[in-house]
């Protein structure tokens, strides 16, 4: 199933930006952790509005961030007026995070946050904020961890904003990446246990450009060693089902480094790579 909403909760967009822009206005300045995905895009787009130049968005580069993503994230930031930087991140050198267990989220926040506290103290602002919203409270990211140990703002959480929310306001202000599909970072496509390297990374990062290519949207390339499953969203797979396209996904997919390709039935689905956790490491999702 798609995560792209087009329609919203069913709340006045306009008390919910309000909402947001006055939890944004009492930061003061802050830098906004920023991947070019929906909700970061959408934030930083609104603390550049409402801060102004006490505002700035900063991406964190590094191997688990597609270069699609990062090349579309400064074109957005560019193309709005958002004051956009770039810092390097060393989260694959930590090794809690390359043995890619239940946990590797927190790890990467953990690093994340750590430069962006580094930076926020180098140019004297008040505050680090992420693109949290309501909805991801509700799901296992273990990042939230990290997020609360270093007092990091979640602006549109605290407003009360979902994500089908978020979608809407992005949407009636004429934002063009209001109907962009998610995107996590590289890691999460990578099974748990399996190590994260740069090399894994790459595998599933050009195997995922050249499904675009294709002209899939909604879909995930997750990594299991030899075997590539491929997730698509229900909306998309009609249109994949057909022998001479499954052929071109083959051969994109086996371009990559990986020996067979496997369409997962089931779809296109968030965290998929949760499903084979314990129930005792899912009920830790936010803690």
Same mark, same amino acid.
């Given at each position: 199933?798609?995560?792209?909403?087009?329609?919203?909760?069913?709340?006045?967009?306009?008390?919910?930006?309000?909402?947001?822009?006055? @939890?944004?206005?009492?930061?003061?300045?802050?830098?906004?952790?920023?991947?070019?995905?929906?909700?970061?895009?959408?934030?930083?787009?609104?603390?550049?509005?409402?801060?102004?130049?006490?505002?700035?968005?900063?991406?964190?580069?590094?191997?688990? $961030?597609?270069?699609?993503?990062?090349?579309?994230?400064?074109?957005?930031?560019?193309?709005?007026?958002?004051?956009?930087?770039?810092?390097?991140?060393?989260?694959?050198?930590?090794?809690?995070?390359?043995?890619?267990?239940?946990?590797?989220?927190?790890?990467?926040?953990?690093?994340?946050?750590?430069?962006?506290?580094?930076?926020?103290?180098?140019?004297?602002?008040?505050?680090?904020?992420?693109?949290?919203?309501?909805?991801?409270?509700?799901?296992?990211?273990?990042?939230?961890?990290?997020?609360?140990?270093?007092?990091?703002?979640?602006? $549109?959480?605290?407003?009360?904003?979902?994500?089908?929310?978020?979608?809407?306001?992005?949407?009636?202000?004429?934002?063009?990446?209001?109907?962009?599909?998610?995107?996590? @970072?590289?890691?999460?496509?990578?099974?748990?246990?399996?190590?994260?390297?740069?090399?894994?990374?790459?595998?599933?990062?050009?195997?995922?450009?050249?499904?675009? $290519?294709?002209?899939?949207?909604?879909?995930?390339?997750?990594?299991?060693?030899?075997?590539?499953?491929?997730?698509?969203?229900?909306?998309?797979?009609?249109?994949?089902?057909?022998?001479?396209?499954?052929?071109?996904?083959?051969?994109?997919?086996?371009?990559?480094?990986?020996?067979?390709?496997?369409?997962? @039935?089931?779809?296109?689905?968030?965290?998929?790579?949760?499903?084979?956790?314990?129930?005792?490491?899912?009920?830790?999702?936010?803690?």
């Amino acid at each position: 199933m798609s995560e792209v909403a087009t329609t919203n909760t069913g709340a006045d967009p306009g008390a919910g930006q309000a909402r947001l822009d006055e @939890c944004i206005r009492r930061l003061g300045s802050v830098i906004i952790a920023y991947s070019g995905g929906i909700d970061s895009a959408y934030l930083a787009w609104s603390a550049s509005r409402v801060l102004g130049e006490k505002a700035v968005a900063i991406i964190a580069d590094s191997a688990s $961030l597609p270069r699609s993503h990062y090349r579309d994230a400064i074109a957005f930031a560019e193309g709005q007026g958002i004051a956009v930087r770039t810092v390097k991140t060393a989260e694959l050198e930590r090794e809690a995070y390359a043995v890619n267990d239940a946990n590797r989220c927190f790890h990467c926040k953990d690093e994340l946050f750590d430069t962006l506290e580094k930076e926020r103290e180098a140019i004297g602002f008040d505050a680090v904020a992420y693109g949290l919203n309501l909805d991801d409270r509700k799901d296992f990211r273990p990042g939230q961890r990290a997020a609360v140990a270093h007092r990091i703002a979640a602006p $549109l959480a605290e407003a009360g904003l979902t994500k089908a929310d978020v979608r809407a306001l992005a949407r009636e202000a004429g934002l063009e990446i209001w109907d962009k599909p998610a995107s996590a @970072c590289l890691s999460s496509r990578i099974e748990y246990g399996r190590r994260v390297t740069p090399e894994n990374l790459k595998m599933v990062e050009d195997a995922e450009e050249g499904l675009r $290519l294709l002209g899939l949207r909604n879909f995930r390339v997750r990594h299991h060693g030899a075997v590539a499953r491929i997730e698509i969203a229900e909306s998309e797979m009609a249109s994949v089902l057909d022998p001479a396209k499954m052929r071109q996904i083959s051969v994109e997919v086996k371009a990559a480094g990986f020996q067979y390709v496997a369409i997962d @039935c089931d779809g296109y689905r968030s965290g998929s790579m949760n499903e084979i956790l314990p129930v005792e490491v899912l009920l830790r999702a936010g803690a």
